[in-house]
């Protein structure tokens, strides 16, 4: 079904919306077991990923490995185009801001990377509880900075250069894409966004938007998608671990902020 806006594609062998994919509900029936005690950052991370995803390259890729403005990142791209200044996309891995990797997502950047002439960066950024925000954020717009004004030595086409992440990634996609904008550096070309991450608030009427799972139009599975929404919406790993303090946070941002205007300005550190 197309749209001006979008396309809908429905689960196969269906025609209408409201059924979750079978390989959708095998990802959420594995994703690793309920804990009868507040877990720790090493048993969440432990469950994180789908080991059966898998892909098959259709062409050859070189694969690098790097070390961006003090962030770990990994470069896919094919072997063909390798010689080439490419359009550029930096992918951010979900895990609810505290897990995740890019040993996770490997399956889905080769793809992207098999796909075409491009190169795709990934980033292995800082996790909370150990790096709370802004930490990660600036991992990732450090490396789009770093990325566009090394875009020659990156074989990358700088006006071609765009971000793009799941679930927290989708999040960080934005808010590294309203920092851009808001620090007047204007680096991103496009923005990629899959199932972001976009509210975490106190609001009640908005929250129960995201909750009430009469509202998602279910055919099927109900139990199911009510026991992966409860598990997002009684989880302390935003609040209490990313976020740690609403004022702590405001004076961290702050802090960052003067400091990435000073680098930006000045190209050394301040």
């Known amino acids: 079904m197309t749209t001006d806006e979008f396309t809908k594609r429905f689960r196969p062998g269906t025609t209408t919306?409201?059924?979750?994919?079978d390989r959708a509900k095998a990802e959420i029936r594995a994703a690793g077991p309920s804990f009868d005690h507040q877990p720790t950052p090493t048993e969440i991370r432990a469950v994180m990923g789908w080991p059966a995803a898998h892909h098959e390259a259709a062409n050859e890729l070189t694969v690098r490995a790097h070390k961006i403005a003090g962030v770990s990142v990994t470069e896919f791209v094919q072997q063909q185009y390798d010689d080439q200044v490419l359009p550029a996309v930096v992918f951010i891995h979900g895990g609810a801001f505290v897990g995740g990797s890019v040993a996770n997502v490997t399956p889905i950047l080769q793809q992207m990377a098999d796909a075409g002439a491009l190169r795709v960066f990934a980033l292995d950024y800082s996790l909370a509880p150990?790096?709370?925000?802004?930490?990660?954020?600036?991992?990732?717009?450090?490396?789009v900075v770093?990325?566009?004004?090394?875009?020659?030595?990156?074989?990358?086409d700088e006006t071609q250069l765009s971000l793009a992440g799941d679930s927290a990634g989708g999040n960080l996609t934005y808010?590294?894409?309203?920092?851009?904008?808001?620090?007047?550096s204007n680096y991103l070309?496009?923005?990629?966004a899959m199932y972001p991450a976009v509210y975490n608030g106190h609001d009640a009427e908005k929250e129960m938007d995201f909750s009430d799972t009469q509202s998602y139009g279910a055919q099927a599975d109900q139990?199911?998608?009510?026991?992966?929404?409860?598990?997002?919406?009684?989880?302390?790993?935003i609040?209490?671990?990313?976020?740690q303090g609403v004022?702590?946070?405001?004076?961290?941002?702050?802090?960052?902020?003067?400091?990435?205007?000073?680098?930006?300005r000045y190209r050394h550190h301040c």
Request: aromatic content about 10%; some cysteine; charged content about 20%.
């Open 146 to 156: 770093a990325l566009h004004q090394a875009a020659k030595q990156y074989g990358i």
């Open 17 to 21: 919306s409201g059924y979750l994919d």
């Open 130 to 143: 150990e790096h709370p925000f802004p930490a990660g954020m600036l991992d990732v717009y450090r490396v």
């Open 189 to 192: 070309h496009k923005l990629v």
């Open 175 to 184: 808010t590294v894409a309203l920092l851009d904008q808001n620090l007047q």
């Open 247 to 264: 004022d702590d946070e405001q004076m961290r941002f702050r802090r960052s902020m003067r400091q990435q205007r000073c680098l930006l």
């Open 223 to 237: 139990a199911l998608i009510a026991q992966y929404i409860a598990s997002f919406r009684e989880s302390p790993l």
């Open 239 to 243: 609040a209490d671990w990313y976020l």
